[in-house]
């Protein structure tokens, strides 16, 4: 079938992308669902800073172009091919941008972020079986994005790329739960383990740091501390469980951290993926305390760390990918705490776009001026 996407054919454009256009909004091919795999009608797709390190070639510039974009989404069961038993037609799903096959050795430790052969698909390009179902309309075979490529009007997955959630929660919000929200509160509540009353500092207040917020006030954190360069952002952060915000284009964010909490915060989340602001992070926790890297920082940075303080203080530098979800699991939590108001991801939405605004969104992102941008396929 022919599909409207916005394929990216160069890494690495200058900004801004009004201009500079690196996504294009054309008409591709894209082939029926193959054994396992699903045809989904995307609903809404959201522009993540992920997606933007692609385009500005920090990240994964190992991955062959064309590609298609585009992995925080949410959409409608169109079709399943031979052998599709978890889905069926019309059921409402969300994207995971790992693929999780459910029998490698991370797998089979509960660990379906850290799937092997989910990785292996990532990094090729591909669907979790190696294919690639769409293509140019000159027949040029398109990569995949975490097997994904939700920025299109239509995309075949693997069905271990989606998990389906109840009918009640609404369809296009849903689509941040697959990124922004399992990524910042899963790692409040599944890699860090905050318990009621410790200190958390999170560095960086886009759609993830706030997530990360929603997900430290949930766990009862106190206080909470919101580090940006951005004043813009406070508001939010505060309305959202913030208890203090530094402004870290104007202050030295460990003394002010060090102070609000006499001594070093028990848990720091650098969601930035700046290894400069992992090294702080590192600086501003405590004693025994945790500095966890949620932003996914440039492919060819290392992090420098007081080594003696880590020995001496056992003090732990660990990442989170993904929340360290269990994508099935948590996104069932995590809709369950927005149908019951306990998670205000409507707080998070900038307003929606048109897919053919795509460059103009990703200025956005890029300047600090919107959180989440969803693409609205049908008005
Ligand atoms: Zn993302
Ligand atoms: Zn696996």
């Known amino acids: 079938m022919q599909v409207k996407a916005a394929v990216l054919y160069e890494v690495g454009k200058a900004a801004p992308y009004a201009d500079s256009k690196p996504l294009k909004v054309e008409q591709v091919e894209l082939a029926a669902p193959g054994p396992g795999e699903v045809l989904v009608e995307v609903v809404s797709a959201g522009l993540c800073h992920s997606d933007l390190s692609v385009i500005n070639g920090s990240m994964y510039p190992q991955l062959p172009n064309p590609m298609i974009l585009g992995h925080e989404a949410s959409g409608v069961v169109r079709e399943v091919g031979s052998g599709v038993t978890d889905l069926k037609v019309d059921d409402h799903v969300v994207f995971s941008f790992v693929p999780m096959c459910g029998h490698c050795d991370n797998c089979a430790v509960g660990r379906p972020v850290l799937c092997k052969n989910g990785s292996v698909a990532n990094a090729r390009g591909t669907l979790l079986s190696g294919a690639r ?7 040029q075979p398109i990569s995949y994005f975490t097997a994904t490529s939700a920025f299109s009007q239509f995309t075949v997955v693997s069905q271990e790329s989606l998990v389906a959630i109840d009918r009640e929660v609404p ?3 849903a689509a941040l739960l697959g990124c922004a929200l399992i990524t910042g509160v899963g790692a409040v509540v599944n890699t860090a383990r905050v318990a009621a009353g410790e200190s958390v500092v999170i560095f960086g207040l886009g759609g993830v740091g706030l997530s990360t917020i929603m997900g430290a006030k949930l766990a009862g954190a106190s206080p909470i501390i919101a580090v940006d360069m951005l004043p813009s952002k406070f508001d939010l952060a505060l309305r959202l469980g913030a208890d203090h915000t530094i402004d870290a284009s104007k202050n030295d964010p460990v003394a002010a951290i060090r102070e609000l909490t006499r001594g070093g915060a028990a848990y720091a989340f650098d969601v930035v993926g700046n290894t400069n602001v992992l090294a702080q992070a590192f600086s501003a926790i405590r004693p025994g305390g945790k500095a966890i890297a949620v932003g996914i ?6 992090v420098s760390v007081h080594a003696a303080a880590m020995v001496l203080q056992e003090k732990v530098l660990q990442g989170s990918f993904m929340g360290s979800a269990v994508p099935r699991r948590d996104i069932a939590r995590l809709a369950h705490l927005y149908m019951t108001g306990k998670l205000p991801l409507e707080e998070l939405l900038s307003p ?3 897919l053919e605004e795509i460059n103009t969104g990703f200025d956005r992102l890029a300047q600090g001026t919107a959180i989440r941008q969803l693409i609205r396929f049908k008005e």
């Open 352 to 354: 929606s776009i048109t």
């Open 297 to 302: 920082p440039p492919s060819d940075k290392f």
């Open 171 to 173: 369809l296009d919000k």
């Open 133 to 139: 179902r769409f293509s140019t309309a000159g027949g």
